[in-house]
């Protein structure tokens, strides 16, 4: 300690010396030995130090001033509080001095000492009291009216402390209310403006009461009429305090919105643009009480957007047709002399209004048809704006309202629209009608586009851009209006490299989203500026061009087209575009990403035109060879090989293919997935390809990588793996024979793995089908088969093999048997032998019944009795399983030959009651695997069946029905969807419920020729929410989020009357809870809980899906009372509570301090002692999932601002078990990224 003080001493008593060097040198010693976290000063040095650097603050060298004022941060954690209160008060009082630098070092040193206050509990008192002292300080500085510099310190400090520390200073917000409230009527521009900043700062974290005070106010003195220079700075605060305290505003808002409507015909430009910037708070703050007045903000807006009184735009009318632009400069020359432009404030209001109306688009999706009618061709008029910084921001207000478009069009899963208009779906009613204004949109542009202004090109190419992602190919027609302005910026000299940049990146969006034919007639002029392009120093603009140019050979000759169809010949282009892209290919000194497009533009050159480049050919091939070695450019060059392998002018690759091959096979070794996955790509072209000029020898490095690649730990590498396989199978028989020894096991694993699905086993079925017909490895048809089967067969049951197994190999012993028919007949006889036999193990009984079924689905059974006799006597057997696989069989060979089976089943469910279980399930089967047209001639008689059945006791057998329902009502739906509507009126309980879960299977993700007969009726299923039924209520609620979650676009106009019901389901019920007595024992049970669940899962897909169709507050009221609701609906109003946060954060704010009380009592709860295992492990999720939630709250930066929050906050710091759990959940958000990412490094 003694060594600590002895130094200090040493380095203050430098500090008094004269020389300014040992000052300055002594003061950042200290700021050093301060900044250690080591460091422990004694009270007595304490003191010194304090002294010394308040003294050196009036230093008479400015850069000791200023590390004076750096000590000071590191300081206030080190000192005690009485030092820091007088650091405090000799600061503020040096603040009100007459001297003008120290007021300055001061006020820095207060901010200084502000940003470093403590903010934990723990610091908390000290905090406080700090902030009294600086406030009573301050509030007096402001009211000294007669130096005004002064009063802007204070203001600027109280600013920078109510911003960080306003929920310590609760005690003072009224003070200091009343002390700003007066200074907004200062003769001083810069103390209005300051005191509006510290208002805006002071109003998130005030009370309700003082909020409603300050509004009253601002009211009270705009109805008063002040002179205009007030009015203005009472609309700006009223702007600020909507800005910063968003939703408060909103109770206030019916008094508010006439004031400033009325304001808005005062004669003064400022006072407009501030009533406008006023709105647009209100509107993004506020959106749902703005309703009501959406239409006076859109007419005023309107009237303002052209409100320009000094100038006549009626020449630039004529002037169009004319498209002289010399006619307008004269213009401006002449009437220079009468009028001057910077007195003109105009731009101002239309700059403001246009801005609000972009707040408009923004916020409010519902309205956006009517937007199209409204606002849309108001804004087109404006294109013609003549103050650029406005021109700009109409250009963003329209781009806004093409993306709103968009978003609109993307969430309901619409894909850009085909080429002809029967392929795609019908189109969003937005789309539609933003299509019919394409025409306006480009002839408004394309004069732009050749303006001088900069600003107003980059605009024009924004909103094309955006234009063309909303509006798939609808520039088509307009293509030639459009190419001069692009080469105009592209060739333009005093263009800057920014502009260039945009101008390309728009070109290939629109080279992108439309035909090639649109572009072909121009190639000649839009080919040699791209060309410069390429050639520019820039980087970025030649990495750009690149990518242009890319897409300008694929529109030379589109792939699929011969050398001379569609009339257009690439010839005459071929030379200029090889010999710039081959100069950029070449260099070894370029940027990474300039490498890589240009190996990419070169390949699609090759693949495109090879037969245009000759001699040069080799060449190019051998330098890709060159980039394939290259770790850097490696995964470029694999996948444009790939390109240049498949393609359809059969490039001769023979010069690089042996070495090629060799280098593919070492990067089959390497950790890089995508790697992995481009070459095993490029190596299935190749083989694919351009198998004769492969020698057997040449593939040998590639062989003996390929069997480790075939493992179930990767299963996506697996399946381009036995993809490979398969094509080698076909094409070079004689090399697969090496290695079907070490290759077929990891095959047979992957079969008898229960990840295999999808993608991987449709790879695996052709490779064995390949391998079978190429008659090469020593395995025959009936090795196959063997290998296949014998894990099942072994005496003890297998246990680790996965269902998904048993299902795996039935579908690879059906593909065997249709590769080779002959031997099918033996091969069912044996698999019936083996269900009949009593010896035979279970598993082996179960497999042989899903080959028989799976043989059966292809149709090569008949209709033989031997087999329905087999399959009705594994119905009555012991086994579960063996039942379960017969009742698939028997729907898969219903499936293969519908005339033989189905009767057959159909008799079977009417007169084996106790079968129909495992009998419905094979219908179901049939309804879903056969095609509409076979079915047909079916329907009546099912139908009938099965409403004989849907009021079965058994839920099971129910639920069973109703989905055989729902998928029957896909074939016919025009007569079908009629009929379950009438069943809901006539049924009773349980059969209406089987309706309803009926219903649920007619919605499926992709579109179906029932949705638009569903969005008419779907609304009559879905009163049955008002059922006086439990049970009906809750699977209309399950019915409702598979809508929500499938097909939004059916409920979303539903929503208005859905909600309220839905809502009302979310409440408990006193009289659904009943105690039961279970021995000594009372247990209560709440009979409501599922409906509650399935309610707020609803809740919860409707965020995803129609978020613009909620009123979230109404919602958050609804999340707060789950919040408090049984351990699984707490679970899930955790996990929405977090999606609100990323979705609505404003909303979330104006509730926190509800929100955080239920949270806090979830974290702070304990077990009971004598609990069981399981309530602990219950309690520890609960904790955790409320602390996610927790974490996503705290991400918001606006959230400690909640002094019920910042208190959580600190407690959970403070608290080590909370800690611990709030930085698990954290890692946990974080961390999940681990396996992922170490998955893509292994």
């Known amino acids: 300690m003694s060594s600590v003080s002895y130094y200090m001493s040493n380095l203050l008593e430098k500090m008094t010396s004269t020389d300014k060097d040992f000052r300055f040198m002594a003061t950042n010693d200290l700021m050093l030995e301060l900044q ?5 000063l004694d009270e007595d040095s ?40 007088t650091m405090v008060d000799t600061l503020c009082s040096n603040m009100v001095s007459d001297k003008e630098q120290l007021r300055d070092i001061s006020s820095m040193g207060l901010k200084t000492v502000i940003a470093e206050l403590p903010l934990s509990s723990s610091g908390l008192t000290l905090t406080v009291s700090v902030c009294k002292k600086i406030t009573s300080q301050l509030i007096g500085a402001m009211g000294k009216q007669e130096d005004v510099s002064v009063q802007l310190e204070a203001l600027d400090i109280l600013s920078d402390m109510l911003g960080r520390l306003s929920g310590a200073l609760v005690g003072f917000h009224s003070s200091l209310l009343s002390s700003l409230l007066p200074q907004l009527t200062s003769p001083r521009m810069a103390v209005r403006k300051r005191s509006i900043l510290a208002l805006g700062h002071l109003v998130p974290c005030c009370s309700p009461a003082l909020f409603s005070q300050l509004t009253q106010h601002l009211l009270t003195e705009l109805a008063k009429g002040p002179p205009t220079s007030v009015t203005r700075t009472y609309i700006q605060c009223l702007a600020t305090i909507s800005r910063q305290g968003g939703h408060r505003v909103g109770e206030h808002l019916e008094k508010l919105i006439p004031m400033v409507v009325k304001f808005t015909s005062v004669e003064d430009d400022e006072l407009r643009e501030y009533c406008f910037q006023a709105f647009d708070a209100f509107i993004r703050r506020c959106p749902k009480e703005m309703s009501p007045h959406v239409a006076t903000v859109t007419t005023l807006c309107l009237k303002f957007m052209t409100f320009d009184p000094n100038y006549n735009y009626d020449d630039d009318e004529q002037e169009e047709e004319e498209d002289g632009m010399d006619v307008e400069d004269g213009l401006d020359e002449e009437s220079d002399d009468e009028y001057s432009d910077d007195d003109d404030m105009s731009w101002k209001v239309r700059r403001s209004s246009i801005k609000c109306l972009e707040a408009l688009i923004a916020t409010r999706r519902d309205l956006l048809l009517s937007f199209y009618s409204s606002i849309c061709p108001a804004l087109l008029a404006r294109f013609k704006e003549r103050e650029e910084n406005v021109r700009a921001d109409v250009f963003a207000a329209f781009a806004t309202l093409l993306r709103q478009t968009r978003a609109g069009s993307s969430r309901h899963g619409l894909g850009a629209a085909g080429p002809d208009p029967g392929s795609s779906r019908e189109e969003e009613p937005a789309v539609a009608m933003l299509r019919k204004q394409v025409p306006l949109i480009v002839k408004a542009l394309h004069r732009q586009l050749k303006e001088k202004s900069i600003k107003s090109r980059q605009g024009c190419f924004c909103l094309l851009t955006e234009l063309t992602h909303a509006a798939p190919g609808a520039l088509e027609q307009h293509i030639p209006a459009l190419i001069p302005g692009i080469v105009f910026s592209l060739t333009d000299k005093s263009t800057s490299s920014t502009m260039r940049i945009d101008a390309l990146s728009f070109f290939h969006v629109l080279l992108l989203s439309h035909p090639p034919q649109a572009f072909q007639p121009h190639m000649q002029v839009l080919l040699p500026p791209v060309v410069a392009c390429v050639e520019d120093t820039f980087y970025k603009i030649t990495s750009e061009a690149l990518l242009v140019t890319q897409q300008l050979v694929r529109v030379m000759r589109p792939q699929g087209q011969t050398a001379t169809a569609g009339g257009f010949d690439p010839k005459p282009f071929v030379r200029q575009v090889f010999s710039v892209t081959l100069k950029r290919l070449k260099a070894t000194d370029i940027d990474q990403e300039v490498k890589e497009r240009a190996i990419s533009c070169m390949g699609h050159m090759v693949c495109h035109l090879g037969d245009h480049l000759a001699a040069e050919l080799q060449g190019v091939l051998a330098i890709f060879l060159e980039r394939l070695k290259n770790e850097i450019t490696r995964l470029t060059a694999v996948r444009t090989i790939t390109l240049i392998a498949a393609s359809p002018i059969k490039i001769d690759l023979s010069s690089i293919l042996p070495e090629t091959l060799s280098v593919l096979g070492s990067f089959l070794r390497k950790n890089q997935r995508a790697l992995k996955l481009g070459t095993l790509a490029c190596l299935t072209a190749l083989v694919t390809h351009h198998a004769a000029g492969i020698r057997p020898a040449a593939l040998e490095p590639v062989l003996s990588e390929l069997p480790a690649l075939v ?16 094509c080698m199978a076909k094409a070079c028989p004689s090399s697969l024979a090496k290695i079907s020894s070490s290759v077929l096991p990891g095959v047979f694993r992957l079969v008898h793995s229960p990840l295999l699905q999808g993608g991987a086993l449709a790879a695996i079925l052709d490779f064995v089908q390949a391998l079978v017909l190429s008659r090469t490895s020593s395995l025959g048809y009936s090795q196959l088969l063997k290998s296949l089967t014998e894990p099942f067969h072994s005496s003890q049951a297998p246990a680790d093999l996965h269902r998904q197994s048993y299902h795996s190999v039935a579908r690879c012993v059906a593909t065997l048997s249709s590769a080779c028919p002959k031997e099918t007949p033996g091969t069912v006889a044996g698999l019936i032998q083996q269900v009949k036999n009593p010896g035979s193990p279970e598993s082996a009984r179960v497999l042989a019944l899903l080959c028989l079924g799976e043989v059966g689905r292809n149709g090569s059974l008949g209709g033989s009795k031997e087999v329905q006799g087999v399959i009705l006597e594994a119905f009555t057997s012991n086994s579960e399983e063996v039942k379960t696989a017969a009742s698939c069989a028997l729907g898969s060979m219903a499936v293969g030959s519908l005339n033989d089976y189905l009767p057959f089943l159909l008799r079977e469910i009417s007169s084996q009651p106790r079968r129909q279980y495992l009998l419905l399930h094979s219908l179901k089967e049939v309804i879903s695997a056969c095609p509409a047209s076979s079915l047909s001639p079916h329907v009546e008689s099912i139908w009938a069946l099965l409403f004989q059945n849907c009021e079965s006791q058994e839920e099971g057998t129910r639920n069973l029905v109703a989905e055989c329902l729902g998928k029957l009502t ?28 009926a219903i649920k299977f ?33 699977v209309a609620l399950v019915m409702f989020n598979s809508a929500a979650h499938n097909k939004p676009s059916l409920i979303r ?38 409906v509650r669940k399935a309610a707020f899962e609803c809740m919860y897909t409707l965020l995803d899906s129609c978020l613009e169709g909620l009123d979230i507050l109404q919602f958050l009221d609804h999340v707060e009372e789950g919040l408090k609701d049984h351990y699984d609906i707490r679970m899930l109003t955790f996990l929405m509570l977090a999606r609100l946060v990323s979705l609505c954060p404003a909303a979330v704010l104006q509730r926190l301090d509800r929100l955080v009380e239920p949270l806090k009592a979830t974290c702070t709860t304990k077990v009971k002692a004598g609990s069981v295992k399981q309530e602990f492990e219950k309690q520890e999720e609960l904790r955790r999932s409320a602390m996610r939630a927790v974490a ?51």
Do not use: W
Not at 711 to 726: C, F, I, K, Y
């Open 36 to 40: 250690k976290d080591s460091i422990k």
């Open 46 to 85: 304490e003191r010194k130090v304090v002294t010394m650097l308040l003294k050196l603050l009036e230093d008479k060298n400015g850069e000791v001033q200023n590390l004076a004022v750096k000590c000071l941060a590191p300081l206030v954690s080190k000192v005690k509080e009485p030092q820091v209160e």
């Open 711 to 726: 493992d179930e730990g990767d299963m996506h590498v697996s399946q381009v793996s036995v993809t490979l396989l398969t």
């Open 970 to 997: 896909l074939v016919k739906p025009a007569q079908l969807l009629p009929r379950l509507k009438q069943q809901l009126r006539a049924g009773s309980p349980l059969a209406r419920s089987t309706v309803v879960t």
């Open 1002 to 1034: 007619t919605i499926v993700d992709q579109p179906a020729p029932v949705d638009s007969l569903l969005k008419d009726c779907i609304g009559d299923f879905l009163k049955t929410l008002q059922d006086e039924d439990i049970n009906v209520r809750r």
């Open 1053 to 1090: 106009g539903l929503l208005g009357t859905v909600l309220p019901r839905l809502y009302k389901e979310t409440k408990i019920r006193k009289d659904l809870i009943r105690e039961v007595e279970m021995g000594p024992f009372k247990h209560t049970v709440d009979d409501g809980l599922d």
């Open 1192 to 1242: 996503a709250l705290l991400a918001v930066p606006e959230a400690e601002r909640s002094p019920g929050m910042a208190d959580f906050a600190n407690q959970i710091r403070t608290n080590a078990d909370m800690a611990s759990i709030y930085q698990s959940v954290q890692g946990g958000e974080g961390g999940s990224l681990g396996p992922t990412e170490s998955m893509d490094m292994s």
